[in-house]
């Protein structure tokens, strides 16, 4: 089943950002450091934040369906949005360099954030290294909108733009995902090992909808995958969610139908609102440091990975073998240094 998904998602155009599979890692030291409080849960993570473009990160394995389907098109530019610390705009700005397109970002004052660091480093300080041009908006904006009217004005200068929205999320995008699904059924087999539960963070929706789509059609079990969402509320997670892991499913298995109970996701973590500071995400962020050495965001794998946390301190995994997925997104901690570099 997996050489023939991966088969049919050979007929789409994509452009090369990855190295190949990425790969998954037992966290031996976190585990001793959590000791009973573990609950005898073996985890793993698999180290989608290490990849050689643009610092790395979740959105280039959706960027490279997105990028070669707009140089399929005959596109010199290519038009995204996001917030302003988008890990998703800086990602797609680096791609975009490699593959010689101009790039510019919409970018919403969406989080109620107004210190130096937020507005001005991170991923935005990288989307200018990148080369993108940067259209900063209001938060009550409608940034898709605000692209497709520029990809009109470009279209009367003679050229011709391509625009995707927030994440990458369309279900081309996601079909980044399904290769990923592939990828750990792979890995799965060659360690002869099979993970409990997938977990993920929950933006746009994008990478637990393309892990869905990339399971269901394998003939496997998507209800292994748990997010926790960080943007959307919880219905509309599951909504946004249910309906792109369709859309990504027809698009390379249009035989199958999404199970109705197929998506699983926890809303205890968002916190506030999307982009705010929880005091479990800046525990989850140092804990990970200290014991692993690895870096997880402020944004989306701190707060995902809290609910990992969670879950082990609640015997939700006992004795079983769990896989996080890193997402990326460290350039997004310097954005976050007043939230994260506290005192203990």
């Known amino acids: 089943m997996v050489a023939t998904m991966k088969g049919r998602l050979s007929s789409f155009p994509r452009f090369p950002l990855l190295d190949g599979p990425t790969p998954i890692e037992r966290l031996t030291r976190l585990e001793q450091v959590l000791g009973a409080a573990a609950g ?67 970018l919403s004052d969406v989080v109620p954030r107004h210190d130096e660091a937020y507005r001005t480093n991170g991923n935005l300080l990288l989307d200018d290294l990148f080369g993108a041009t940067v259209h900063r908006l209001p938060g009550d904006v409608n940034a898709l909108a605000a692209a497709q009217a ?87 997670a599951i909504e946004d969610t249910r309906r792109l892991a369709s859309e990504a499913l027809h698009l390379i298995a249009p035989d199958r139908n999404l199970a109705g109970d197929a998506i699983r996701i926890d809303g205890s973590q968002r916190g506030e609102a999307y982009g705010l500071p929880t005091d479990a995400m800046v525990g989850a962020l140092r804990i990970m440091a200290r014991s692993e050495g690895l870096l997880l965001d402020p944004v989306y794998s701190g707060k995902a990975f809290a609910g990992v946390l969670d879950g082990m301190h609640n015997g939700v995994w006992e004795d079983r073998d769990v896989l996080f997925v890193m997402t990326g997104g460290t350039p997004g901690l310097f954005a976050y240094r007043d939230a994260i570099a506290r005192d203990d």
């Open 150 to 236: 520029r990809a009109e004005e470009i279209g009367r200068e003679g050229r011709r733009a391509y625009v995707v929205g927030s994440g990458g999320s369309s279900p081309l995008g996601c079909l980044g995902y399904v290769v990923c699904a592939a990828e750990i059924l792979e890995q799965e087999q060659a360690v002869d090992r099979r993970f409990e539960a997938i977990v993920v963070p929950n933006g746009s929706a994008g990478t637990h909808a393309g892990l869905a789509a990339g399971l269901s059609a394998a003939g496997d079990d998507p209800r292994r995958i748990l997010s926790f969402t960080v943007l959307a509320p919880l219905d509309k």
């Open 40 to 106: 005898g849960a073996r985890l793993w993570v698999k180290r989608d934040d290490v990849m050689r473009v643009g610092g790395g990160g979740n959105k280039l394995r959706k960027l490279e369906f997105l990028i070669g389907e707009a140089v399929a098109q005959g596109c010199d530019t290519f038009i995204t949005t996001g917030g302003l610390q988008s890990n998703h705009a800086r990602q797609s700005a680096a791609a975009a360099a490699r593959a010689g397109l101009a790039c510019e970002l919409m």
